[in-house]
């Protein structure tokens, strides 16, 4: 599979570009993280990769294909999103929220076969809930129903897969264990994209970093040679420094103290 952006651009009606020109391809195993300050566009990015907001100029392609050209099955079959905050209105179960991730596969006057349910429970296995398939979607913890929601677009069966800011209102120890999961789907071939406030998430997925500023630019690079302490001071108005050797194994950010910063 390979993603194909091509020149994006969006603005919100007549007002300004919230980001311009960006281009980049993806093949299976590639992950990108989109970094930028609160309302730089990251989101709105992602929802114009998603085909939930149609871009003022450029093309999105899957393996050639416009997504302009698909319809939202053909496009859901390609592609999986991960919102920022999991609205269910309804009391599903959870086994019945992750299956609604057969609905691509499924036609309107159908349900889901005993293969679908296989598929929701060997995702819901592999995110850790398997367990749960009887408990209540709105009672779970944020942590749980960010892993029933990864389960659920798996549930899909996408080759790519975008995430807003996954990590956003989780705990340390379920921070930690969202990034693990996006690093071993990219083990497993999977395209990931995710959005993210925290350059340490970024440099523990590696692979690549797009930098929106607040003008709409964005560079896009390797992690290593991209999330410079210069960029990242840049980017956050404050005085970022990098710690290397640590026992994480990859770069840390930190402040640099006000006593320091003449050192």
Known sequence: MKLDVQHLSFAYGKGREIFHDVSFSLTDGDVLSVLGANGAGKSTML???????RPTAGDILID???ISEMNRTEISRHL????????SSFAFTVLEYVVMGRTPYIKSYE??????????????DKMGIGGMEHKVFTEMSGGEQQLATIARVLTQEPAIILLDEPTNHLDYGNQFRTVEIMRRLVEEGYIIITTTHNPDHVFELGGQVAILDADGKIAIGSV?????EARLSELYGMDIGIARGTGAGHGLCYVVPASRRND
């Open 47 to 53: 929802n114009c990769l998603a085909a939930l907001l």
């Open 64 to 66: 050639g294909v416009s």
């Open 80 to 87: 999986g999103y991960v919102p920022q905050i999991h609205d």
């Open 111 to 124: 349900t889901p076969s005993p293969k679908d349910y296989d598929i929701a429970r060997a995702n819901m």
């Open 224 to 228: 290593e040679e991209s999330l410079t």
